[in-house]
C-alpha cells in the first residue's frame, strides 16, 4: 500500500469507468415518479409553508389562499409501484390531507386515495386510478448497495417538477435521530425540499431506498440527504397494501444500551404492560430476546416491534448479576407510542 508505481508506468485506475450521460436511464425512470401536491383544510391562517416558499409554487398557493383562506398546499414526490397505480411516498408528505393531487410525467392530474401510513417509519401508499396500466418502478435490493457506489435520486423539489439529481452513497446505517428505525442511506446527491417521497435509483434503475429526510442549516442540499433503505420499505408497503396499517410489537419498556453486561437496560416499566406482566424491573439488563443476542437498546427495540402481537417471547436477563429467564405476551403497540423508544 502507498508504493509509487515504477518510473514510466502508468497507474491502473482502481474505478475503470463512469457514466457518460445518465439519460438513458432518466428515460426509463422518469415515467414512474410523480409530483404529489396535497391540500389540507384549517381554520386559522398559515405561513407560507417552506416547502412552498420561493418557488414557482408560491404563486399557486397565494393565489388560492386569497380565494380560499383555509387551504394550505405542501409538495412532495413519489413513485408507482404497479400498473394498477399504487404509489409510495412519505407518511408526513400526505399525513391528514384532505385532498392529495398526483401529477404524472405528461402533465395529467389525478385524486389520490390514502391507502396506509406507517407514522414509525414515515412510510405511506396512496393509489390513483387512470383507467389503463401505469409505468412502475421494479424494487431493488439495498443489501447489495455499497458505499461509493452511483445512484440517482428523482422527484418534485421545490415544487419545480420532475427533476433528477445524481450522486454516490455516502455511509449506510445512519441514525439521525426520527425514530427507532433509523437506518439511513446518506447520499451526496442534492435533495431538496418537496424531494420528500421520491426514489433512489440504483445504475439497473431499480429503487434501492426512500428519500426522505435533508440535514440543512439553510433549507437546501448541502449534500446530506438521508433514504430509507428499501429492504425496509418494501415489506412495510406491502403491509400497507393489504391491510392499511402496521400493527407491531410493545413491551412497553423504556430502555438504553448497557456495556456490562452488553444488552439492553430497563430504565423505566409502563404500568399494567406486557413488560410488567413479564415481570421487568428497573435495572433488569435484557441479554436474549428468544435465541437472538440483544447488542443494544436499538436492536431490542426493532426485534420486539417486529414480533407479531400476541406472541410469547422468552427474555434472558440480568438482575443484580443474577441471571434470570422470563416470559412476555408481546402487546400491540399503541399510537402513541410512535415517536416513543419503548
Known amino acids: ?39 389540507r383544510e384549517s381554520e386559522t391562517q398559515h405561513k407560507l409553508p417552506s416547502s412552498v416558499r420561493g418557488t414557482p409554487l408560491e404563486h399557486r398557493y397565494r393565489e388560492r389562499m386569497r380565494q380560499h383562506w383555509n387551504d394550505l398546499l405542501e409538495a412532495g414526490s413519489g413513485f408507482i409501484i404497479d400498473p394498477d397505480g399504487s404509489i409510495v411516498t ?32 414515515d412510510i405511506a ?15 431493488g435490493d439495498s443489501r447489495l448497495v455499497q458505499v461509493g457506489d452511483w445512484i440517482l435520486a428523482a422527484g418534485n423539489p421545490f415544487g419545480l417538477g420532475s427533476s433528477v439529481t445524481a450522486g454516490i452513497v455516502s455511509a449506510r ?49 448541502v449534500g446530506l440527504g438521508f433514504s430509507i433503505p428499501s429492504e425496509i420499505v418494501r415489506p412495510i408497503v406491502e403491509t400497507l397494501r393489504k391491510t392499511g396499517h402496521m400493527d407491531r410489537g410493545w413491551l412497553g419498556a423504556t430502555l438504553k444500551d448497557s456495556t456490562n453486561p452488553l ?21 433488569d439488563i435484557v441479554t436474549r430476546l428468544n435465541d437472538e443476542r440483544v447488542e443494544s437498546a436499538r436492536f431490542m427495540i426493532r426485534a420486539v416491534a417486529a414480533a407479531a402481537p400476541g406472541k ?13 429467564e422470563l416470559k412476555a405476551l408481546v402487546g400491540h403497540r399503541p399510537l402513541t407510542e410512535d415517536t416513543d423508544p419503548h
Open 1 to 39: 500500500m502507498g508504493e509509487e508505481p515504477p518510473p514510466g508506468q502508468t497507474p491502473v485506475p482502481l474505478v475503470e469507468s463512469r457514466p457518460l450521460s445518465f439519460a438513458p436511464l432518466v428515460r426509463r425512470i422518469a415515467p414512474t415518479v410523480v409530483n404529489i401536491a396535497v391540500t
Open 90 to 121: 412519505n407518511g408526513h408528505v400526505v399525513a391528514d390531507a384532505d385532498r392529495i393531487t398526483v401529477s404524472l410525467m405528461d402533465g395529467q392530474e389525478f385524486t389520490a386515495t390514502p391507502v396506509g401510513i406507517d407514522p414509525l417509519t
Open 125 to 139: 401508499v396512496i393509489k390513483i386510478n387512470t383507467g389503463k396500466p401505469m409505468p412502475y418502478a421494479q424494487w
Open 173 to 221: 446505517g445512519r441514525d439521525i435521530g426520527a425514530s427507532p428505525f433509523d437506518d439511513f442511506l446518506q447520499l451526496d446527491a442534492p435533495i431538496n425540499p418537496g424531494n420528500s417521497g421520491g426514489p433512489t435509483f440504483n445504475m439497473a434503475g431499480q429503487v434501492v431506498a426512500l428519500n426522505t429526510a435533508i440535514v440543512s442549516p439553510t433549507g437546501g442540499s
Open 263 to 283: 444488552g439492553a437496560q430497563v430504565t423505566e416499566v409502563d404500568r399494567d404492560s406486557p413488560a410488567a406482566h413479564a415481570g421487568l424491573r428497573r435495572g
Open 312 to 324: 410469547t417471547v422468552a427474555l434472558s436477563i440480568t438482575r443484580h448479576a443474577q441471571p434470570l
